[in-house]
């Protein structure tokens, strides 16, 4: 049973930063990508960065330069670093890993970290 379990989130201003981090129950490099994901009241759930387990990374465009992902494989642990928040930031951000076995795919989700930027 994998476990994905996110911590960081909370309330800053305009202009801010935070880090979040997504702690795996078990060694990450079992996954194929690994990402966050953000939903915002009343809004479909939206990839915001990965990672392969190759290291390539991809983000959605709004987030480009503000937003890093990154991972620690020895702690288990990928972590996405917000700078430069806007108050459109504002969501609940998801940890997802994906495992692909053969031909099924599993999808893992945390629970949610609450992410709020005041302007």
């Known amino acids: 049973q994998v476990q994905l379990v996110e911590s960081g989130g909370g309330l800053v201003q305009a202009g801010g930063s935070l880090r979040l981090s997504c702690l795996a129950s078990g060694s990450i490099l079992r996954f194929n990508t690994m990402g966050w994901h953000r939903q915002a009241p009343g809004k479909q759930r939206e990839l915001v960065a990965s990672?392969?387990?190759?290291?390539?990374?991809n983000y959605t465009d709004s987030v480009k330069g503000r937003f890093t992902i990154s991972r620690d494989v020895a702690k288990n642990t990928v972590y996405l670093q917000l700078n430069s928040l806007e108050p459109e930031d504002t969501a609940v951000y998801f940890c997802k890993a994906v495992e692909m076995r053969g031909f099924l795919t599993y999808n893992y989700w945390g629970q949610g970290t609450q992410v709020t930027v005041s302007s």
């Open positions: 990672v392969t387990s190759g290291g390539k990374t």
